[in-house]
């Protein structure tokens, strides 16, 4: 049906088109670097990439934590 066959190309443009386009950095760069992706969507995509990648769904989530424990736990946030 459409709908799927829409949410298929999505998905696999959107992942050939990051793959691409990291491809093209390294390249440029002249050295390959650790690509992470994140986010709750990636769950859908994980599959469509090779181990040089890293999957991590709470990276975001760890950061603030750690925001939050150096700017507000302890009453260090006075301004």
Do not use: P
Request: proline share 0%; charged share 25%; aromatic share 12%.
């Amino acid at each position: 049906n459409t709908i799927d066959a829409m949410n298929s190309g999505l998905v696999y443009g959107h992942s050939e088109m990051i793959k691409g386009l990291v491809f093209k950095i390294e390249r440029e760069l002249g050295y390959s670097f650790k690509k992470i992706v994140t986010g709750g969507n990636a769950k859908f995509v994980e599959k469509l990439f090779d181990q040089n990648y890293i999957f991590d769904n709470e990276l975001v989530y760890q950061g603030l934590n750690e925001l939050i424990k150096k700017n507000w736990i302890g009453g260090r946030n006075e301004k």
